[in-house]
């Protein structure tokens, strides 16, 4: 699941649950395939009406922004708020939920507390100590989980708690990224809005199976289509990777890892499966399901050229990698594609397979 209505919530469906899992659930849903190619248009369509609406407006994710909302028109901003919810509504004819606050992690507090298609402007301290009081504090951005355990013998919480406690507690039991919480909690702006993203450091494609499997050539045609999408994010990003990593999730919980390092760093699909070929090995448990596969590129550097050795191939390698994305351009993205990837051939014919949500470039997130 990647999303669910407020109807299924109530059912207890939660968003990234497994579909049998939400039919178990909610058996009466009605369950859509998604369509990222869909949810691009409508988010860039979102984009460029917040950035009429505003100077300074970060891509934060396919449906998330944080835009400059000072000044208001008018020092209003309960009114600045109804009009860029109202405004997206005309637009787009998306319901969204907006949410002004004196930082953006408080904004993203008060957004959330305004669901479903609500506007709301806070910027007194004390509406904030109330909100902060009345939510627990895995509702900040970047709390869960762990950190959320770290925090509980400390007596931590709802989000007051954590802005009420001493700033070098925070700072020792959730580092650096923790105190920066902390700080926009109490209302001092420390995360800035970025309207352009800072380059990557790690580049991943992967993702689950569907089908668990235990057969090695299935694992392989899986290597061999993510990296086939890594590569093109290489070459979009201009960025050549010199560190890489596999990492296999099985069915019982187990995971496996391999990592390699490229002599010269490469965006060449030849040279990157031959070093993540041992890498898979390392990963690999025999006679055990696996069920996601994640492929990373570490180690970034931009694009250069390079001298090339007596009987480098790089020329003619070039030459078919710029035929393949070609005709994938023209006819399909998977039109010409390796043949190691048959065994996924169901993978393929399924429409919805052919774009994620990590082919929507420019989000600060993913």
């Not at 390796?338 to 929507?360: E, K």
């Amino acid at each position: 699941m990647i999303a669910k209505s407020y109807e299924m919530k109530t059912q207890g469906v939660k968003t990234g649950m497994p579909i049998w899992e939400a039919q178990r659930l909610c058996p009466d849903g009605l369950y859509v395939k998604r369509d990222f190619r869909w949810y691009e248009v409508l988010s860039r369509m979102m984009l460029e009406t917040v950035r009429d609406l505003s100077p300074r407006v970060e891509y934060y994710s396919i449906d998330e922004f944080f835009f400059d909302a000072s000044p208001a028109p008018a020092g209003d901003f309960q009114a600045y708020a109804l009009a860029v919810r109202d405004r997206l509504l005309e637009r787009v004819h998306v319901p969204v939920t907006v949410g002004i606050a004196r930082t953006r992690t408080l904004a993203k507090l008060i957004s959330d507390a305004a669901k479903p298609f609500g506007a709301l402007a806070v910027l007194d301290p004390g509406t904030e100590e109330s909100l902060l009081a009345a939510h627990p504090v895995t509702e900040v951005t970047g709390i869960a989980g762990r950190r959320e355990r770290r925090l509980i013998p400390w007596g931590i919480r709802t989000c007051l708690d954590l802005a009420r406690a001493d700033r070098r507690l925070i700072r020792q039991v959730l580092t650096a990224s923790g105190e920066a919480l902390w700080w926009e909690l109490n209302g001092d702006p420390v995360l800035p809005i970025r309207p352009q993203r800072i380059p990557h450091k790690i580049l991943s494609r992967g993702g689950s199976f569907g089908e668990p499997t235990d057969e090695p050539m299935v694992l392989w045609a899986w290597l061999v289509r993510n990296l086939e999408r890594l590569v093109e994010e290489l070459v979009y990003h201009r960025v050549l990777t010199g560190r890489v990593a596999v990492w296999v999730g099985y069915r019982d919980g187990r995971a496996g890892e391999g990592r390699a390092t490229l002599e010269i760093p490469s965006d060449r699909f030849d040279m990157l499966l031959d070093t993540y070929r041992p890498c898979l090995r390392q990963a690999w448990i025999p006679r055990v399901l696996a069920a996601r596969m994640h492929l990373f590129a570490e180690d970034l550097r931009p694009r250069a050229a390079r001298q090339l050795g007596l009987f480098d191939k790089a020329e003619a390698v070039d030459a078919a990698a710029a035929v393949k994305q070609a005709v994938n351009q023209k006819h399909g993205r998977f039109a010409l594609r390796s043949g190691a990837t048959l065994p996924l051939a169901p993978i393929y014919a399924d429409g919805a397979n052919s774009y994620d949500i990590c082919d929507v470039h420019g989000k600060t997130c993913f």
